[in-house]
């Protein structure tokens, strides 16, 4: 059964960058052709898909947050992780980890989530 | 603000149906049939309901259904139960290999 599992801080400054990792089980990162994501959900509102990276390593960014994004993976490890630069308190949210079977397809595995608040 | 619009809340009782819409436009909802549901019961993840408009996983029961109407996509619950009484959520593939989610509607079942 493949199951993901973020980790990370769960503060981070204003004007820092956050990181966070997400360690996959059950299952090779780069052994089949799967999407590994990360999505999120601030408190109380709806869900923000971030960014996605093939397991050949094609990143696939929002738009809205590209600039700021860098998600790589890790096959060694077997970890996919993410970084988001420049965080405010709007960044605060739970962090979710993801596999999907193609881009356009649902997000099937997930991770439990982490929360992440952006204060000083 | 999210890129697709759901109602903040729905609600039914034991035994009835209930159904509620994603609207978004024609760069997304209207233009892919990709269009996914989850269902997030509070402090766990998502869990993936219909896929492609309508289709069900294996193990969702058919009493969770999906359509779409133009820009407009629905998910009906019939039969509605208690374990139903969740939060709900819309998405959509959006183009420019681009994901959009929706709001997220409150599911009561009184």
């Known amino acids: 059964q493949l199951q993901l599992q973020e980790s990370g801080p769960g503060l981070v400054n204003p004007s820092e960058t956050l990181s966070l990792t997400c360690t996959v089980s059950g299952g090779s990162i780069s052994s089949t052709q799967y999407y590994w994501g990360w999505i999120r959900q601030p408190p109380g509102k709806g869900l923000e898909w971030i960014g996605s990276i093939y397991y050949s390593g094609t990143t696939f960014y929002n738009p809205y947050l590209r600039s700021r994004i860098t998600i790589s993976v890790d096959t060694y490890n077997n970890q996919f992780s993410l970084r988001l630069s420049s965080v405010t308190a709007a960044d605060t949210a739970v962090y979710y980890c993801?596999?999907?079977?193609?881009?356009?397809?649902?997000?099937?595995?997930w991770g439990q989530g982490t929360l992440v608040s952006v204060s000083s | 603000q999210s890129a697709l619009t759901q109602p903040p809340s729905a609600s039914g009782s034991p035994g009835q149906s209930v159904t509620i819409s994603c609207t978004g436009t024609s760069s997304d909802v209207g233009a892919y049939n990709h269009v996914s549901w989850y269902q997030q019961h509070p402090g766990k993840a998502p869990k993936v309901m219909i896929y492609e408009v309508s289709k069900r996983p294996s193990g969702v029961p058919d009493r969770f259904s999906g359509s779409k109407s133009g820009n407009t996509a629905s998910l009906t619950v019939s039969g509605l139960q208690a374990e139903d009484e969740a939060d709900y959520h819309c998405?959509?593939?959006?183009?420019?290999?681009?994901?959009?989610f929706g709001g997220g509607t409150k599911l009561t079942v009184l």
């Open positions: 998405s959509s593939f959006a183009g420019g290999n681009n994901l959009v």
């Open positions: 993801a596999r999907r079977d193609c881009l356009r397809c649902p997000d099937e595995y």
